[in-house]
T-cell receptor
Framework: AQKVTQAQTEISVVEKEDVTLDCVYE???????LFWYKQPPSGELVFLIRRNSFDEQNEISGRYSWNFQKSTSSFNFTITASQVVDSAVYFCALRLSGSRLTFGEGTQLTVNP | GAVVSQHPSWVICKSGTSVKIECRSL??????MFWYRQFPKQSLMLMATSNEGSKATYEQGVEKDKFLINHASLTLSTLTVTSAHPEDSSFYICSARVPLSSYEQYFGPGTRLTVT
């Protein structure tokens, strides 16, 4: 069975601070995909990134970066120079070779001005 | 591309009535759609997988007679909450799988159901 753990329920930072959201996953499969989604107060899920299990390269997209480490089964997400608009719930998710997504519990990020 | 819509975006109904939520893939054909439920401050929980032209597959603990799913066309799946009760109040989100895309899912904007 697969599982995703986001140990941080809530994080509060001040604008311009860097913040890292943790994600730890469990699976016995060797082929899998990891995702991060943002859910603003409106509720709509916004896709941020997908990473497959064979690609451990870190990725940077603007102020966002992701650190994938298979050795620790982690896929952490860092926001650099956070902004108020980054305030949202962020979900990490795992998908095996089929379509089924398993979501973590989510991390509520609040960026204060 | 790969846009998924849901209708209505929010609905309030009285206890005991039924409510239908539509999920449409606007610019692609989706043979598989998924229905999720999200309670306040909780994660998304998969309710069922809907395949066009066949019966939906429900997750353990989800009442198939209460949550009727119909996927009659390649662009439309519907979720009907029958005899709704206040505990069914939740945020319902659908997603559609894009064919030939390594099983990627695109999510609808969600429907907030309040049962009074």
């Amino acid at each position: 069975a697969q599982k995703v753990t986001q140990a941080q329920t809530e994080i509060s930072v001040v604008e311009k601070e860097d913040v890292t959201l943790d994600c730890v996953y469990e699976t016995r499969d060797t082929t899998y995909y990891l995702f991060w989604y943002k859910q603003p107060p409106s509720g709509e899920l916004v896709f941020l990134i997908r990473r497959n299990s064979f690609d451990e390269q870190n990725e940077i997209s603007g102020r966002y970066s992701w650190n994938f480490q298979k050795s620790t089964s982690s896929f952490n997400f860092t926001i650099t120079a956070s902004q108020v608009v980054d305030s949202a719930v962020y979900f990490c998710a795992l998908r095996l070779s089929g379509s089924r997504l398993t979501f973590g519990e989510g991390t509520q990020l609040t960026v204060n001005p | 591309g790969a846009v998924v819509s849901q209708h209505p975006s929010w609905v309030i109904c009285k206890s005991g009535t039924s409510v239908k939520i539509e999920c449409r893939s606007l610019d692609f054909q989706a043979t598989t759609m998924f229905w999720y439920r999200q309670f306040p401050k909780q994660s998304l929980m998969l309710m069922a997988t809907s395949n066009e032209g066949s019966k939906a597959t429900y997750e353990q603990g989800v009442e198939k007679d209460k949550f009727l799913i119909n996927h009659a066309s390649l662009t439309l799946s519907t979720l009907t909450v029958t005899s709704a009760h206040p505990e069914d109040s939740s945020f319902y989100i659908c997603s559609a799988r894009v064919p030939l895309s390594s099983y990627e899912q695109y999510f609808g904007p969600g429907t907030r159901l309040t049962v009074t």
